[in-house]
T-cell receptor, first 116, second 112 residues
Framework: AQKITQTQPGMFVQEKEAVTLDCTYD???????LFWYKQPSSGEMIFLIY??????QNATEGRYSLNFQKARKSANLVISASQLGDSAMYFC?????????????FGRGTSLIVHP | DSGVTQTPKHLITATGQRVTLRCSPR?????VYWYQQSLDQGLQFLIQ???????AKGNILERFSAQQFPDLHSELNLSSLELGDSALYFC???????????FGPGTRLTVT
């Protein structure tokens, strides 16, 4: 069974600083996808970034990058130059790409607060 | 805006009642997923439909059911509601084989 662990229930960062949100996963599958979602206080879930297990380079999307370390089974999200609007819950998730149904498993989330 | 729509945005109902939540996926997406998000359980996958057929089932109670119609919109039916069913219910859609799911804004259900 797949498992996603986000060990940081809450994180604080100063505006314009970089922050790393941790995510570790556990799977016996060889082919899987990892991704991050942002959930602001308004409630919607916003897709941020995706990394496939066979991708050799770390994924980047603007200020977001995914630090993928396959041997350690970690997929940390790095947000550079934090902005006040980055304050939100962040969820790490993993999808099994071998079964065909692509059902993701989500972590419990990390609350990020950006201070001015 | 993800392109996924959900109605209603808020729903308040009493225990024992039945409600229907509606979801319209993004244009072109054949897969629809339903999730329940509560404080104690986190984000839980309920059920997936692909092009009208049930594809996968997660932690969905027997009191809950869903379907996807020929126009690809989906409905989640919750019956014999209990206080513990109060949660945020999300619908998400994706193109089959694509990595990301796009979430709707959610329906906040409050059972009193």
């Amino acid at each position: 069974a797949q498992k996603i662990t986000q060990t940081q229930p809450g994180m604080f960062v100063q505006e314009k600083e970089a922050v790393t949100l941790d995510c570790t996963y556990d799977t016996s599958d060889q082919s899987y996808g990892l991704f991050w979602y942002k959930q602001p206080s308004s409630g919607e879930m916003i897709f941020l970034i995706y990394q496939g297990s066979y991708d050799e380079q770390n994924a980047t999307e603007g200020r977001y990058s995914l630090n993928f370390q396959k041997a350690r089974k970690s997929a940390n999200l790095v947000i550079s130059a934090s902005q006040l609007g980055d304050s939100a819950m962040y969820f790490c998730a993993m999808r099994d790409l071998e079964g065909g149904s692509y059902i993701p498993t989500f972590g419990r989330g990390t609350s990020l607060i950006v201070h001015p | 805006d993800s392109g996924v729509t959900q109605t209603p945005k808020h729903l308040i109902t009493a225990t024992g009642q039945r409600v229907t939540l509606r979801c319209s996926p993004r244009s072109g997406d054949l897969s629809v997923y339903w999730y329940q998000q509560s404080l104690d359980q986190g984000l839980q996958f309920l059920i997936q439909y692909y092009n009208g057929e049930e594809r996968a089932k997660g932690n969905i109670l027997e009191r809950f059911s869903a379907q996807q119609f020929p126009d690809l919109h989906s409905e989640l039916n919750l019956s014999s509601l209990e206080l513990g069913d109060s949660a945020l219910y999300f619908c998400a859609s994706s193109v089959e084989g694509e990595a990301e799911q796009y979430f709707g804004p959610g329906t906040r259900l409050t059972v009193t």
